[in-house]
């Protein structure tokens, strides 16, 4: 695929929005240093984001005797983003402003069984309304909606291609939802969420290199290589929750026998706990998140099954995971998700333990694990800024793609 001039442009003001988001205020010259783009350039671009109210100029800094430099700061109420996180047991809805500060949540569970699109798309809609809602923001404000569905998408289609745990193929989910949802619409993956998240605001902030690792119901990696997002040829980079850990191993949802996935996502773990102690009490059979919490509560108790179990899937994890070092060379490995989050620095502890025992020296030596730092969902703050590229990139054009007229939309048009 060719890119054009107007790709370069839209990359680079995006860039520049990015780093005034990210150190605000700022001047023109420190954008120039921090994005290696010409002063010339960076100036241009300043004025587009001034023009388009995403920033504000904010006063001056001396400069050591030459003129005072300008300083521009991120316009927080120039615009409102919605970021969605739909998981297999939950859907997560969070409205942020220009800054990506969280200014409203709604959360849904996903029952066990409720895996038609229809269903789904129920939830994302009552969500999204809830939120638009109680931040009181005006329709008009919010600039775009970025919806992170797990499994194998197409952003230019809006197409959720395969979703092993729900075995979705080529689920038309944009559409669906702009038949609830006015706004602008962009869909991806938690796995590309979660490593734009880090990669802003998170353990991967300042490195070229890392490796975010996505432990929930489903697992994988989004890949941070070269300093920027590596999505691959057809945006499928990053499943390594299906490379093969065990030959002829347990049954995977994608149908392959040892999948990653089926010893270190939420119901691999059931299932290593079911294998240590089958009438276990920590056990909630068809309930994920009731497992996982109680095995983190029983690891805060020194319960020694639920020890045992987290001390198991980290061995698997460590495994994968040396592999992830091994191949990549990553300055920091992060483990992000719900599972992760929940199950803690005990599950931490034992992985970097695990790792070591089967990476090589000189890559694991570069390596840091860490728990992803970010205290609210990073799935919806990394879907959020999908949208704030979204509409960078409608800026000029004759509007958003999918902005088409709709019935029982969660609000009006403006
Ligand atoms: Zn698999």
Redesign the pocket.
Known sequence: MKRTSRDIRTANRYEVLRQIIAASPTSRQELAVATGLSLATVATLVGELLDLRMITEVGFEDSAGGRPRGLVAVDSAGGALIGVDIAETYVHVELFDLALNVLARAEEDVRPGESLPEQVVGHVAAAVGSVVAQAGVEAARVLGVGVSVPGQVDRDTGLSEYA?NWDWHDVPLLDLLAEHIAYPLYLDNPLRACAVAELWFGAARGHEDAVVVNLGTGVGAGLVLGGGLHRGVSNSAGEW??TTLVLDGRL???G?HG?V??YVGAPGIMLNLRELSPRSPLLHPGDQTATIDALARGVQAGDPVAVKVVRDTARYLGAAVADLVNLLNPEVVVLSSWVASRLGEPLVLEVREAVARHALRRPLAATEIVLSPIPTDPVCLGAATFALEGALQSVGQRGPRRAAPAKGRTAPPS
Request: hydrophobic share 0%.
């Open positions: 092993p929750g299906h995977c949802h994608c392959n999948c996935e089926t």
